[in-house]
Nanobody, 126 residues
Framework: QVELVESGGGLAQAGGSLTLSCAASGRTLSIYTMGWFRQAPGKEREFLAAIDRNGGSTLYADSVKGRFASSRDNAKNMVYLQMNSLKPEDTAVYYC???????????????????WGQGTQVTVSS
Protein backbone atom coordinates (compact mmCIF):
# COMPACT_ATOMS: atom_id res chain seq x y z
CA GLN A 1 0.00 0.00 0.00
CA VAL A 2 1.23 3.48 -0.89
CA GLU A 3 -0.25 6.63 0.60
CA LEU A 4 0.27 9.88 -1.30
CA VAL A 5 -0.31 13.43 -0.13
CA GLU A 6 -0.06 16.42 -2.44
CA SER A 7 0.67 19.95 -1.28
CA GLY A 8 1.71 23.29 -2.69
CA GLY A 9 -1.42 24.23 -4.57
CA GLY A 10 -3.00 27.63 -4.30
CA LEU A 11 -3.73 30.78 -6.21
CA ALA A 12 -1.33 32.08 -8.83
CA GLN A 13 -1.46 34.78 -11.45
CA ALA A 14 -1.14 34.00 -15.12
CA GLY A 15 2.53 33.78 -15.97
CA GLY A 16 3.42 32.81 -12.43
CA SER A 17 4.82 29.64 -10.94
CA LEU A 18 3.92 27.05 -8.36
CA THR A 19 5.66 23.92 -7.15
CA LEU A 20 3.59 20.95 -6.10
CA SER A 21 4.94 18.30 -3.79
CA CYS A 22 3.86 14.71 -3.36
CA ALA A 23 4.84 12.91 -0.18
CA ALA A 24 4.67 9.14 -0.03
CA SER A 25 4.40 6.76 2.86
CA GLY A 26 3.81 3.08 3.24
CA ARG A 27 6.37 1.97 0.69
CA THR A 28 9.50 3.47 -0.67
CA LEU A 29 8.87 5.54 -3.76
CA SER A 30 12.21 4.78 -5.29
CA ILE A 31 11.01 1.71 -7.16
CA TYR A 32 8.00 3.37 -8.76
CA THR A 33 7.30 5.43 -11.79
CA MET A 34 5.23 8.38 -10.58
CA GLY A 35 2.59 10.29 -12.47
CA TRP A 36 0.97 13.71 -12.27
CA PHE A 37 -2.59 14.38 -13.40
CA ARG A 38 -5.16 17.11 -13.13
CA GLN A 39 -8.89 17.33 -13.33
CA ALA A 40 -10.92 20.44 -14.01
CA PRO A 41 -14.65 20.62 -13.25
CA GLY A 42 -16.66 18.76 -15.85
CA LYS A 43 -13.56 17.33 -17.53
CA GLU A 44 -11.81 13.99 -17.50
CA ARG A 45 -8.63 13.43 -15.55
CA GLU A 46 -5.74 14.59 -17.70
CA PHE A 47 -2.23 13.16 -17.81
CA LEU A 48 0.48 15.76 -17.23
CA ALA A 49 3.78 14.03 -16.53
CA ALA A 50 5.44 10.79 -15.57
CA ILE A 51 8.89 10.32 -14.09
CA ASP A 52 10.83 7.07 -13.85
CA ARG A 53 12.15 5.58 -10.65
CA ASN A 54 15.52 7.32 -10.88
CA GLY A 55 14.28 10.63 -12.23
CA GLY A 56 16.36 10.18 -15.33
CA SER A 57 13.48 9.85 -17.74
CA THR A 58 10.32 11.91 -17.95
CA LEU A 59 7.29 12.14 -20.18
CA TYR A 60 5.03 15.16 -20.56
CA ALA A 61 1.72 15.98 -22.11
CA ASP A 62 1.94 18.42 -25.00
CA SER A 63 -0.22 20.88 -23.05
CA VAL A 64 2.48 21.33 -20.39
CA LYS A 65 5.70 20.44 -22.19
CA GLY A 66 8.26 23.17 -21.72
CA ARG A 67 6.31 24.72 -18.84
CA PHE A 68 6.09 21.93 -16.26
CA ALA A 69 8.89 19.77 -14.94
CA SER A 70 8.77 16.79 -12.63
CA SER A 71 11.56 15.75 -10.31
CA ARG A 72 11.97 13.47 -7.35
CA ASP A 73 14.00 12.98 -4.21
CA ASN A 74 13.87 9.30 -3.38
CA ALA A 75 15.77 9.80 -0.15
CA LYS A 76 12.88 11.93 1.07
CA ASN A 77 10.17 9.87 -0.65
CA MET A 78 9.08 13.01 -2.47
CA VAL A 79 8.06 13.87 -6.01
CA TYR A 80 7.68 17.40 -7.31
CA LEU A 81 5.97 19.22 -10.15
CA GLN A 82 7.41 22.62 -10.99
CA MET A 83 4.85 24.64 -12.91
CA ASN A 84 5.92 27.76 -14.77
CA SER A 85 4.20 30.17 -17.14
CA LEU A 86 0.86 29.24 -15.64
CA LYS A 87 -2.30 29.90 -17.61
CA PRO A 88 -5.91 30.21 -16.47
CA GLU A 89 -6.64 26.93 -18.24
CA ASP A 90 -4.23 25.22 -15.83
CA THR A 91 -6.84 25.69 -13.11
CA ALA A 92 -7.72 22.24 -11.78
CA VAL A 93 -7.22 19.81 -8.95
CA TYR A 94 -3.78 18.24 -9.29
CA TYR A 95 -2.98 14.67 -8.30
CA CYS A 96 0.10 12.52 -7.98
CA UNK A 97 -0.23 8.80 -8.55
CA UNK A 98 1.72 5.57 -8.35
CA UNK A 99 1.15 2.33 -10.22
CA UNK A 100 0.55 -0.92 -8.37
CA UNK A 101 3.63 -2.53 -9.82
CA UNK A 102 7.14 -1.22 -10.17
CA UNK A 103 7.53 -1.88 -13.88
CA UNK A 104 9.49 1.22 -14.78
CA UNK A 105 7.06 2.09 -17.57
CA UNK A 106 6.08 5.75 -17.95
CA UNK A 107 2.31 5.39 -18.01
CA UNK A 108 0.01 8.02 -19.51
CA UNK A 109 -3.32 6.43 -18.73
CA UNK A 110 -4.84 7.09 -15.32
CA UNK A 111 -6.08 3.50 -15.33
CA UNK A 112 -2.46 2.36 -15.04
CA UNK A 113 -2.16 4.00 -11.64
CA UNK A 114 -3.54 2.40 -8.51
CA UNK A 115 -2.59 4.83 -5.77
CA TRP A 116 -3.73 8.44 -5.73
CA GLY A 117 -3.39 11.39 -3.44
CA GLN A 118 -6.35 13.50 -2.36
CA GLY A 119 -5.43 16.27 -4.78
CA THR A 120 -4.46 19.90 -4.36
CA GLN A 121 -6.31 22.81 -5.94
CA VAL A 122 -4.47 25.11 -8.32
CA THR A 123 -6.25 28.26 -9.44
CA VAL A 124 -4.70 30.58 -11.98
CA SER A 125 -6.17 34.03 -12.37
CA SER A 126 -5.92 36.07 -15.54
Amino acid sequence: QVELVESGGGLAQAGGSLTLSCAASGRTLSIYTMGWFRQAPGKEREFLAAIDRNGGSTLYADSVKGRFASSRDNAKNMVYLQMNSLKPEDTAVYYCAAPRRATGILYRSPTSYSYWGQGTQVTVSS
